[in-house]
């Protein structure tokens, strides 16, 4: 079973407008982190938030916030004013395990184009 | 935070041959990890090295095609061994867990096998 499910495959938003990727996630961990990584056409990994599983408050990071909802199983990214230049791959990716054991899965990945 | 040099940065391969892919960390870390990306793809975890111990592979790999060594804390290698046209994918090391809060990558292995 997926671990890290991204259902959008592919998203396209007007420039400066908000946008939302969905990522939802599976485990009977009670301590684990999610996080958002941008992978531009250059390959690299690009981290952008960060939110632990007992973070009371949704992460924020300058235009990315996370938008959290524990009972959901859910982690969405929310790029707020889009720019040219978030059009890339998005990686939900989830970290679980405890100490000594840790393991970070990625999801399938969304590809953002931002329209000018 | 974590700086990690990966090299070869590129490599093209003949069928049937191994090619070692190094990856050194500017800081020790406990815990590194080897990704595979296959072409438009994610990342699929190959394994985890740490210290001291054996690799730890994940499901559909195996030590005899991707052996890695760790032989210090801030040092790992990935070997990719006898190698067919379906190995050809960037191959990312990676460090997190304790003490890390996310996951640092290097630039990446973009490997061709002819």
């Known amino acids: 079973a997926q671990k890290i499910t991204q259902t959008q495959p592919g998203m396209f938003v007007q420039e400066k407008e908000a946008v939302t990727l969905d990522c939802t996630y599976d485990?009977?961990?009670?301590?684990?982190?999610l996080f958002w990584y941008k992978q531009p056409s250059s390959g690299e990994m690009i981290f952008l938030i960060y939110q632990g599983s007992y973070d009371q408050q949704n992460a924020t990071e300058g235009r990315y916030s996370l938008n959290f909802q524990k009972a959901r199983k859910s982690a969405n990214l929310v790029i707020s004013a889009s720019q040219l230049g978030d059009s890339a791959m998005y990686f939900c990716?989830?970290?679980?395990?405890?100490?000594?054991?840790?393991?970070?899965?990625f999801g399938t990945g969304t590809r953002l184009k931002v329209l000018a | 935070s974590a700086v990690i040099s990966q090299k070869p940065s590129r490599d093209i391969c003949q069928r049937g041959t191994s090619l070692t892919i190094q990856c050194q960390v500017d800081?020790?870390?406990?815990?590194m990890f080897w990704y595979r990306q296959q072409p438009g793809q994610s990342l699929t975890l190959i394994a985890t090295a740490n210290q001291g111990s054996e690799a730890t592979y994940e499901s559909g790999f195996v030590i005899d095609k991707f052996p890695i060594s760790r032989p210090n804390l801030t040092f790992s290698t990935l070997t990719v061994s006898n190698m067919s046209p379906e190995d050809s994918s960037i191959y990312l090391c990676?460090?997190?867990?304790?003490?890390?809060?996310?996951?640092?990558f290097g630039s990446g292995t973009q490997l061709s096998v002819l």
């Open positions: 800081s020790q870390v406990t815990m």
């Open positions: 990676s460090v997190g867990g304790t003490g890390f809060e996310k996951l640092f």
């Open positions: 990716a989830m970290r679980e395990g405890g100490s000594g054991t840790y393991k970070y899965i």
């Open positions: 485990t009977s961990d009670p301590s684990y982190g």
